[in-house]
T-cell receptor, first 111, second 114 residues
């Protein structure tokens, strides 16, 4: 079982819609959870992190964490064509030291 | 404040050659990481360090070595390069302070082994 799993996509949504990206993780002791955006040929950039159960909102982005289900998600409201990118889920484990990434979900926002 | 810098940006190696990928951060972060990213794939952790003098293996350490003699520098050494090591290599540093937790990535090194 992979440590961090994501659907590779592509996930296609129309402009203005809500995009929902999902991620599951295997280590029940994981502590911090991250969402990164990566444009083609560029390095990943952090969108947000979450460490407590529940929702965390930042602008158009909402991260949701459910530790009991070992599930973390990212919602993007009012999706824009500029949101088209690969979204990487990452999980911190091993006493907060190790950060492991999923394979990413490619998002396409259709104008 | 340059953040995380990596050199070189591009490199072509022949099978069996060796090289060192350089990574430097100027943010005084204790945590540093090396990842590789194959085309269309996520990032795989090669090695990480939680402070000067402390390193540990990640998911795919075979064929690589690291050292961390200073807080700023975390070089990655490839010995006896193989075509399977063709990839984009990213270095990252991480800041954990209280509830904040942020990982900053360098621009990457694109390596081809022929």
């Amino acid at each position: 079982q992979k440590e961090v799993e994501q659907n590779s996509g592509p996930l296609s949504v129309p402009e203005g819609a809500i995009a929902s990206l999902n991620c599951t993780y295997s280590d029940r002791g994981s502590q911090s959870f991250f969402w990164y955006r990566q444009y083609s040929g560029k390095s990943p950039e952090l969108i947000m992190f979450i460490y407590s159960n529940g929702d965390k909102e930042d602008g158009r982005f909402t991260a949701q964490l459910n530790k009991a289900s070992q599930y973390v998600s990212l919602l993007i409201r009012d999706s824009q064509p500029s949101d088209s990118a690969t979204y990487l889920c990452a999980v911190s484990s091993g006493g907060y030291q190790k950060v492991t990434f999923g394979t990413g979900t490619k998002l396409q926002v259709i104008p | 404040n340059a953040g995380v810098t990596q050199t070189p940006k591009f490199r072509i190696l022949k099978i069996g050659q060796s090289m060192t990928l350089q990574c430097t951060q100027d943010m005084n972060h204790n945590y540093m990481y090396w990842y590789r990213q194959d085309p269309g794939m996520g990032l795989k952790l090669i090695y990480y360090s939680v402070g000067a003098g402390i390193t540990d293996k990640g998911e795919v350490p075979n064929g690589y070595n690291v050292s961390r003699s200073t807080t700023e520098d975390f070089p990655l050494r490839l010995e006896l390069a193989a075509p399977s090591q063709t990839s984009v290599y990213f270095c990252a540093s991480r800041n954990r302070q209280g509830p904040a937790d942020t990982q900053y990535f360098g621009p990457g090194t694109r390596l081809t082994v022929l």
